[in-house]
């Protein structure tokens, strides 16, 4: 192998270490079997969620986990192996993978790493079951919101009910 060839290869490797470092979570999954269409649907509805999904070769991603830290993911690098990197919203990969692969069966969770710690499949399909980031916040919007709306609600009530008496005393 050219010196060449092995310096891009490490530079691969240096790259998808930085990615399983700096990511929020992480999901390998086996793509096996699955259309071109339906591969391109999963990743427009990763992109728009802004997730990223890369094949990577089984051998750099060996190696980029080594690197990281990440020695319990090795088992996971066989097969056809996609790597799916949520950066902002951790729960955004997992969710869209997780409910991909229950309307797809030949799409296959494998592993992944969750907040810096390799995670089973039971703790990423755990993770995917959380409301995503949006969610919460419109959840806590409603519940800072509700305590104004009720007071508008009252004070409504208060003055419609003035009104119809100021109205039947005329």
Known sequence: MSEQTVAIKAKKVA??????????S???????GLTVAEVTDLRQQLRNEGVKMEVIKNKVMD???????????KPTFNGPT?????????VAGPKIVHN???TND??????G????????????????ALPSREELLSTLANILQAPVRNFAYGVKAIADKKQSD???AA
Not at 63 to 73: H, P, S, T, V
Not at 82 to 87: G, K, L, P, T
Request: proline share 2%; charged share 30%.
């Open 15 to 24: 790259s998808v270490t930085e990615e399983l470092k700096n990511a929020s």
């Open 26 to 32: 992480v999901v390998i999954i086996n793509y096996r």
């Open 63 to 73: 190696r980029a986990a080594a690197e990281a830290g990440f020695d319990d993911l």
């Open 82 to 90: 996609a790597v799916v990197f949520s950066s902002e919203d951790p």
């Open 100 to 102: 991909f692969a229950k």
């Open 106 to 111: 030949k799409l296959k969770l494998k592993g």
């Open 113 to 128: 790493v969750i907040d810096g710690e390799v995670a089973s499949l039971e703790e990423i399909t755990a993770y995917a």
């Open 166 to 168: 100021d109205g039947d």
